[in-house]
């Protein structure tokens, strides 16, 4: 028997046969942060971190945190802020283990758990963008048996902002929500 | 509600009951290992993601609002660039009306498509060759000039620019001699 499931939206899943399961637990991405000026006025966008995804009391994996502007200034920082965008990275089944590279801001990172990213400003502006981190990933491998209930929590996808009033320049993107997935690999140990 | 620590920090609160899983305790959906990094607070305690975690005193306060040190030559040089694109969207924006009553189209681009066309013309009449000298108001398309009444155009766009590009110019002295980033915020570039 293959059986292999995604399971999207916190539920209760029930084991369809006694075996060997691998489950794999992603956490919900953390949302971006954005702070700059926009014609002299000051503005802060901060995303919110992602929510931990967990299969029972067997496993869990926490939620990226939001992006934060320390992040930025201490990889990014050389002494001038400019950085106008920042790409949220991808999570797992994304297409890469980072997001795209890029001076302006990108959004939402692909896969389960990715990160969002934040956009800060157009040209003759200034400004700090730092994208959220993508969530946590566990996997573990169980001997289960058939008929077994496990309350699945998916993790929240973090939050994203717009500063109000910033002209649509300063945002932080939301992350995208966690996942679990679970895998049949056979009978028992 | 659980609040979630990680690092010292609020990462995620979570309710005694999820509605998900009306009849389920914590211990049935999270593992040991993780319940032991939750604190059990009031629903009503004002804790809230984000917020600091000491765990000596088991109390909870506001997080740090960073505070990001301005460099002012860096904030200068995006002054400076803020100047010359809002004059050049100026610009942009407030064709020239000339003396036949039609708009023309002042910007840096289009001035120097001009003098490219009238230096053309001035090479092809020096070599003997026939050049069609042609020019368009906003809008239109283009028509056969004379060569002194395009030349005329031409210095009456110079002069339509010149004021403006003079006060970018200015703004662009005051803005190198500022020393702090409040006199740079107090700088309002508009050319209206």
Partial sequence: ???????????????????????????????????????????????????????????SASGGSAGKSDTAIHEYNSGSY?????????????????????????????????????KCNESG?????????????????????????VACTIGAAGTGEEASGSNQTIIAYPGRKGAIIVQYLGSSF | MYAYIIDNKVRELIPDIDPVFPGLDITERYP?????KFVHVEDDANVKCGMNYDHETGTFSEPDVPVISL????????????????LAEWLSENPMTYTDGKSYTATAEKQALLNSNLASYERAKAAG???????????????????DDLVALSLAIAAYV????????????????????????????NYA
């Fill in chain 1, 1 to 59: 028997m293959i059986y292999c499931e995604t399971i999207e939206s916190s539920k209760t899943w029930t084991c369809p046969k006694d075996g060997v399961w691998k489950i794999i637990c992603i956490g919900g991405g953390g949302g971006g942060y954005s702070y700059g000026a926009v014609n002299s006025t000051k503005y802060t966008a901060q995303g919110g971190a992602g929510g931990s995804t967990s299969f029972g009391s067997y496993i």
């Fill in chain 1, 82 to 118: 400019h950085i106008k965008g920042s790409s949220g990275i991808n999570g797992y089944n994304g297409a890469s283990m980072y997001g795209s590279s890029g001076t302006a801001g990108l959004d939402t990172g692909s896969g389960y758990g990715a990160s969002g990213g934040s």
């Fill in chain 1, 125 to 149: 502006q200034w400004g700090v963008a730092a994208p959220g981190h993508p969530g946590d990933v566990k996997t573990i491998i169980l001997d289960l048996v058939s008929g077994t209930a």
């Fill in chain 2, 32 to 36: 040991s290992e993780t319940i032991s």
């Fill in chain 2, 71 to 86: 460099d002012i030559d860096a904030l200068k040089v995006d002054k400076v660039e803020e100047s010359k694109t809002k």
């Fill in chain 2, 129 to 147: 060759v026939p050049y069609p000298l042609k020019w368009n108001a906003s809008g239109e398309e283009c028509i056969e000039w004379e060569y």
């Fill in chain 2, 162 to 189: 010149a004021p403006k590009v003079s006060e970018q110019q200015t703004l662009e002295i005051t803005i190198n001699a500022c020393q702090t980033p409040e006199e740079l915020d107090k700088i309002n570039i």
